[in-house]
């Protein structure tokens, strides 16, 4: 099973695959968190990316497809895969075609989940993140449900930097969906519901009984 969950900045990419991840028990590959490794670890990528990610600006198509060519040859992603946060560029889509092809591979689904820009604006600079294992929550929330490490905002979730966020997603990213839709998977989900209606129908369309 290999899916593609697809949507802006604060729309629930996040929350989804952690619940398919889950229930599938195959690895969550989300470009941001590790990022935010490398980041946390101080590699030399680390320090390039940091302003970027804090500007709200995109890292280049050459380092992010190269992240994921070697991410996707790890021998875990063997049973499949869920992908989250790439690709963000027509260049990055078309470069994941090939990388797909080379290992034999295909998506199953491109999840989209559709959220308006206000509700965006709202969830993201009131979500809270795990430091430890990135996981995010609602604002209100305390501490990790799993690990119980204390929550923190994260940096790129201050105003000056979710606007730029939306405005690069719609300029740049925006345009990738096309480039799913012609090949017809994509499954477009109102992502406003609760967390859990939401979930039943990511499932749903990634065992392929919805079709949108
Ligand atoms: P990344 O970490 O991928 O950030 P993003 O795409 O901006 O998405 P988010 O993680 O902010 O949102 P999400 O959709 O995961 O939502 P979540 O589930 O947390 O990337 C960060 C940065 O890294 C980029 O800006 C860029 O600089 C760089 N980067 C990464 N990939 C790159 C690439 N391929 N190329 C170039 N640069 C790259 O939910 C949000 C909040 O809403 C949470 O509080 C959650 O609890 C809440 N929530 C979730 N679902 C619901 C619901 N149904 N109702 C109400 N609240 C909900
Ligand atoms: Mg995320």
Redesign the pocket.
């Known amino acids: 099973m290999n899916l593609l969950l697809y949507?802006?900045?604060?729309?629930?990419?996040?929350?989804?695959a952690n619940m398919l991840r889950a229930h599938y028990g195959i690895p969550h590959i989300?470009?941001?968190?590790m990022?935010r490794a490398e980041i946390a670890s101080g590699t030399e990528l680390g320090r390039q990316a940091q302003p970027?990610?804090a500007a709200?600006?995109?890292?280049s198509?050459d380092i992010?497809i190269g992240m994921i060519r070697n991410r996707l040859r790890q021998p875990d992603c063997e049973p499949g895969f869920i992908m989250?946060?790439?690709?963000?560029?027509v260049p990055?889509a078309e470069a994941l075609d090939g990388l797909m092809l080379d290992l034999g591979k295909r998506f199953d689904r491109v999840i989209y989940?559709r959220v308006p820009i206000d509700d965006l604006l709202h969830?993201?600079s009131?979500?809270?993140v795990c430091p430890r294992c990135q996981r995010?929550?609602?604002p209100g929330t305390l501490a990790c449900e799993v690990d119980g490490s204390p929550l923190v905002q994260r940096e790129?979730d201050k105003p000056e930097a979710v606007r730029p966020?939306i405005e690069i997603y719609l300029e740049k990213t925006v345009p990738v969906l096309d480039h799913y839709r012609v090949g017809g998977l994509v499954s477009e989900i109102d992502?406003?519901?609760?967390?859990e209606e939401?979930s039943r129908q990511v499932l749903a369309a990634a065992n392929g009984r919805v079709k949108a």
Do not use: C, E, W
């Not at 949507?7 to 989804?16: D, E, R, V, Y």
């Open positions: 949507g802006a900045p604060g729309s629930g990419k996040g929350t989804q989300a470009t941001g968190d990022l970027i990610l709200g600006r995109y890292v198509d992010m989250d946060g790439f690709p963000r560029t990055q989940l969830r993201l009131g979500r809270l995010t929550y609602p790129d966020r992502g406003r519901g609760t967390i939401i």
